[in-house]
Structures are given as structure tokens and as C-alpha cells.
């Protein structure tokens, strides 16, 4: 546990020091949500019907800017070949790595999230909803991204190849969280949408970590 | 299993295999086509219209078991490092995009007369869309390694991860309620299809699955050459 918490104490005072590169995610995620009412039309009730839907895409697009970022310049310096050589279990870094992807990216973004929910209009009702799907989802897409990351270590165009490779396998948080947001503007239970979020998020939190582990066992060896 | 690996073995079995895989295709979409088109009867409620299944179904499953074979390959190429096994994944990443293509296409122009609209956003048409977008992305990162050797292994782990979609793709029409009907063929029960409809059905499987073994030979014999030509320029030059 000393050694997981010295690990992301690490990642963190790196991210600390080039913050330039975490802010710059943020502000990609609101100006993107702000190209949508300017493109759709400003419309409230349409934009109310839309706005779950809306952040949820920007905000799976802002963590796909980011993944590919996640063991990159560890691979680059080769502190990743250090690491990996410790007796230190790889999945725990790998772990260690999703855990402060997540609280640059996905967190902020969740925490702005209200506001830009505010400017589209979006019922009073899904807030709480809004937080809850982004609070299930965001490490989800961090863990499942981290194996796409450990993928694409190392190729050609590696930023565009992350996307591609990983939005279709991320398709369901999408749905769920969109789905869970919708039903609570219109007062229905969101409890089944929610706890499939929850399944998600358990699931790849044990096997992504170790997809991830293999796949860097595999591409740097 | 194993002897087949060796390149030299797989060459000298599959030319004497290309023909009659081939030649068997052909005759198998020779009278497919002609009792799907000519000697089946129209459906009561679809009318002509129903032919289409003759393409479109099988289509369908062959993009379901060409990433299966996929994955299959990817996996004994991660285990046992066959090069072989990563040329076959290799092959097969294209011919079932083509496949699911074909699929997602015969779909569109069945739903617009029968559904009324080339598409809807339901489970089963979304699935396959994402199989499309596995395959694209295999391509992708197969590809955009400088050393072949690291995009085949990351490409055959995400063949891998991208199974996932394979049972979602198959239990879709069951899990949700969708538009596309469940299946009429791999029911407990009798298949609830006419034997008229089901000769040319299955006389069209066939013929697909031939005309993948085909085309997995032959491009997989190209890889090989390809290799081979590689290698002997190397020799000269170095």
C-alpha cells in the first residue's frame, strides 16, 4: 500500500508540474459542449432533452484525448522498463496509473459537469443522476483505456489509434449513463441502469488492470 | 496441428486444397442462387423481398465465426508465438470486415422495404455496426506498428478483447427487444423455416464458408511470398 501511494504520489507531482496538459483536457470538454447549442440551435427544451448526451460524448472524447498520455512518457524515458522490472506487481501499477488518469481527467470533468449541465438546460431532477453516472463511468473508462493505452504504446498516430480502438468497446457506459440520466428527467427508476454502471465498473476494474499488465508484458519485452 | 505451422507444410497443403475450396464454392453458389432466386417460394408476408436472407444471413454468420476464427488465431499466436497463426489473423481481419459490410448493406436495403427504414439504432444493427468497428480497428493497429512483430501482438490482444461483442451480437435479439427478428435457424426446437427456403439457405453457407477458406489461402499464401521476397531482398542488399 506505501509503495501504491508513493507510485501515485508520483504520477501526481508529474501531472502537478506540466499542468498545462490536465487543463487543456478540461477546456477541450467545455468547449466542445459548447459547439453543441451553438450547432443544434439553443432551443432549452431541446437542449434539455439532449444534454445528458451531450456531456457524456464530450466527456468520452476529453478522456480519449488524454489515455494515450497514460504510460507514454514512462515508455519514453524507460522508467516504464524500470518499473516493470521491480518485484512490484505490474497490475498494481498499472492500477496506480488508472487511478491518477482519473483523478486529472475524469474528475474535474465531473466536477465541472453541473455547470455546463446548467447552460444546457438539463432538468433539476438528473443532476444527482448526471453525478452518479459520471462518478461510475469515469474509471471505467480510465481502466478500460489503460489497456487501449498499453495497446498503442509505441505506434504510429497513437492519439487517433486510442479512439478508435477503445470508443466502440465503451459504447455501453454510454448508453447506460444517457439511458439512467433521460429516465430521471421523466421521474422513472434509474436504479437498474445504474447498478449495470456499478457491474461495469467492478468488472474492469479486475480485469482491465491485468489485460493491461499482459499487454505491456507482451509489447516491451 | 502443430506440423501445419511450418510455412513450407501449410504452402504445399494449401495449394492442393485452393482448388477444390474454390472450385465446391462456386457450385455451391451456383445452385444457391439459383433455388433462392428461381425455385423458392416468396415469403407470404415479406414477398420477394425475402431473398435477400439468401445472402444477408449467411453473410451475417460468417461475420460472427470469421472473428471468431480471429480470435482463435490471435490467441494461439500469443500462446505458442506461430507466425502462422498471426498471418491467419492477419488475413481474416479484412474478410470479415468485408463480410459484416456485406451484411450491414444486404440490411439496410431488406429493412427499407419491409421495416420502412435503411436503419434503426436497435441492439442487433448496433452490435454488428461495433463488429464493423472491431475489425476496423484491428486493421488499424495491426498496422501502425514500425515493428510488425508489436502490432501483431497488440492486434491479437484486442481481437481478444473485442470478443466480448460476439455473444452480445448473437443473444442481442433475445436480451432486448429489437426490431430484427430472433432467430429462426439454432432454436431448441425445429428450425421454424420452410425445407424449400432451407435448402438454398444452407447450399449458401456453405458456399461462404469455402469462399473464406478460399480467400484466407490465398491471402495468407501472399503474406508468405511477400515475406519470402522481404527476406532475399534483405540478403542482397545486406
Known amino acids: 500500500m506505501k509503495k501504491f501511494l508513493a507510485l501515485v504520489q508520483r504520477d501526481l507531482i508529474l501531472v502537478y508540474r506540466s499542468a498545462n496538459d490536465a487543463w487543456v483536457v478540461l477546456f477541450f470538454f467545455v468547449i466542445a459542449v459548447t459547439l453543441f447549442p451553438l450547432g443544434i440551435g439553443p432551443d432549452p427544451s431541446m437542449l434539455q432533452q439532449f444534454s445528458g448526451g451531450i456531456i457524456w460524448i464530450c466527456a468520452l472524447l476529453s478522456a480519449m484525448l488524454s489515455l494515450d498520455a497514460v504510460f507514454q512518457s514512462d515508455f519514453d524515458d524507460g522508467s516504464l522498463d524500470q518499473m516493470m522490472l521491480t518485484s512490484y506487481p505490474l497490475e498494481l501499477l498499472v492500477l496506480g496509473k488508472c487511478f491518477v488518469h482519473w483523478l486529472t481527467t475524469g474528475f474535474p470533468i465531473l466536477l465541472i459537469s453541473p455547470v455546463l449541465a446548467t447552460m444546457l438546460n438539463m432538468n433539476l431532477d438528473s443532476y444527482s443522476t448526471l453525478l452518479i453516472t459520471m462518478l461510475l463511468g469515469t474509471p471505467t473508462i480510465s481502466l478500460m483505456g489503460g489497456v487501449g493505452a498499453a495497446l498503442v504504446l509505441g505506434s504510429r498516430l497513437s492519439g487517433v489509434l486510442i479512439s478508435l480502438i477503445i470508443l466502440p468497446l465503451i459504447i455501453p457506459i454510454l448508453i447506460f449513463s444517457v439511458a439512467a440520466i433521460s429516465a430521471s428527467g421523466e421521474g422513472m427508476e434509474i436504479s437498474s441502469a445504474v447498478k449495470l454502471l456499478g457491474a461495469l465498473l467492478i468488472i474492469s476494474s479486475v480485469f482491465c488492470p491485468w489485460a493491461t499488465a499482459a499487454t505491456l508484458r507482451h509489447l516491451t519485452n | ?238
Open chain 2, 1 to 238: 496441428m502443430h506440423k501445419f505451422a511450418n510455412p513450407a507444410q501449410f504452402t504445399k497443403l494449401a495449394t492442393r486444397v485452393l482448388p477444390w475450396t474454390s472450385s465446391f464454392a462456386a457450385v455451391c453458389f451456383l445452385f444457391g442462387l439459383y433455388f433462392g432466386i428461381f425455385d423458392s417460394p416468396a415469403d407470404y408476408q415479406q414477398g420477394e423481398t425475402v431473398r435477400i436472407m439468401y445472402v444477408h444471413v449467411p453473410a451475417a454468420w460468417m461475420s460472427l465465426f470469421t472473428y471468431s476464427l480471429m480470435a482463435a488465431a490471435s490467441a494461439s499466436f500469443l500462446i505458442w508465438k506461430h507466425s502462422l497463426a498471426d498471418i491467419a489473423a492477419r488475413s481474416l481481419a479484412p474478410i470479415g470486415a468485408a463480410f459484416t459490410a456485406i451484411t450491414l448493406i444486404t440490411g439496410a436495403l431488406w429493412g427499407q422495404p419491409m421495416w420502412g427504414t435503411w436503419w434503426v439504432w436497435d441492439a442487433r444493427l448496433t452490435s454488428v455496426l461495433v463488429l464493423f468497428f472491431l475489425y476496423l480497428g484491428y486493421m488499424a493497429l495491426v498496422n501502425a506498428f514500425d515493428d510488425p512483430e508489436k502490432g501483431s501482438k497488440a492486434a491479437a490482444v484486442l481481437a481478444l478483447i473485442g470478443f466480448v461483442n460476439v455473444p452480445i451480437i448473437k443473444f442481442s435479439v433475445d436480451w432486448w427487444n429489437t426490431l430484427h427478428q430472433p432467430a429462426s435457424l439454432s432454436r431448441l426446437d425445429a428450425p421454424a423455416i420452410d425445407i424449400s427456403m432451407l435448402t438454398p439457405l444452407l447450399l449458401m453457407a456453405l458456399g461462404f464458408k469455402l469462399l473464406l477458406i478460399s480467400i484466407l489461402i490465398i491471402k495468407m499464401r501472399t503474406i508468405l511470398i511477400e515475406k519470402r521476397i522481404e527476406a532475399k531482398q534483405l540478403l542482397k542488399s545486406g
